[in-house]
């Protein structure tokens, strides 16, 4: 198997509202997600080709290779869903916001309340490739939640590490530095690409 690649995103310091400190923390983070997921791999594979695959071992090992992944990618999708100055909702994603949610602003209230819950995670708009729709929702861990059929089109890292650093404790402020930079190109892209518009 190849193994995965860390993305480069370098582009986004100096980006309004984040520190480079936040953000290259940030990327280091993100990058031990693609080399423990590539490390898994590896030592799965190995089992297997040894004949280690019925073992409590294995089986932890893949359990383990959720949280990994899952760290990895969204990640890739916060981060692309960044860019500087922002860009703001295209048409086509506002068109199908208005039309699950009544309105942008119910639909932003929402996404910034679960933002804003206590706890740890992630606020994703999701699209339901089973019914075409799109809703809200919050990921507690990485490899726990993620929703049968759905389709992740922005997530919002809410973890204390996207934002404590130069925030502290104040994740609304964060939010809010948050929204003028999100990348409404990178949610077109991704709902076209699973047939959303």
Known sequence: MM????????SLLGLQGFSDTLLKNHFTLYQGYVTNTNKLADALAAMVKDGKQATPEFAELKRRFGWEFNGMRLHELYFGNLVKGGKPVSAAVKKRI???????????KEMKAICTMRGIGWGVLYYDISTGRL???WINEHDVGHLTTCAPILVIDVFEHAYI???GIKRVDYVEALWKVLNWDA?????????GS
């Open 135 to 137: 809703f809200n929702t």
């Open 165 to 167: 650093t130069d925030y």
């Open 187 to 195: 949610a077109e892209r991704l709902l076209k690409l699973v047939g």
């Open 3 to 10: 193994p995965y690649e860390a993305k480069n995103y370098d």
């Open 98 to 108: 208005v039309k699950d949610f009544g309105s942008y602003e119910h639909w932003e």
